[in-house]
């Protein structure tokens, strides 16, 4: 298989753009805190829907996060005294969607 600059350059380009626009969501949760959770849960739905439909772009998503930096805390929600980063969450969408895929797997196998 040939590398395809044109595909790479088109990939990069829509990283790019998310990274800065994940930055930018990240600058206006800072000036309006009550925008936070309204980005997690956005981000967190995007991931949900991207892992769902091809798994390999929610794990994309997820390790452009870990990349990227902010030690998992670009966005997050308080629940009671607990602080869940966009990270955990991305974690956890991604396993579960892996551990939904395997189960579905296994139950087609058998029958």
Request: no cysteine.
């Amino acid at each position: 298989m040939a590398f395809d600059m044109e595909h790479f350059g088109r990939f990069f380009k829509i990283t790019f753009l998310g990274i800065i626009l994940l930055y930018l969501a990240s600058f206006l949760s800072f000036i309006f805190p009550w925008l936070n959770p309204v980005f997690f849960v956005l981000v967190s739905l995007a991931a949900l829907a991207l892992a769902l439909d091809k798994f390999e772009y929610g794990l994309l998503l997820m390790l452009t996060e870990i990349f990227i930096g902010s030690k998992g805390y670009l966005f997050w929600i308080e629940i009671g005294e607990a602080r869940i980063s966009l990270r955990m969450a991305l974690f956890a969408i991604i396993v579960v969607v892996w551990l939904y895929r395997e189960i579905k797997n296994q139950k087609s196998k058998i029958k």
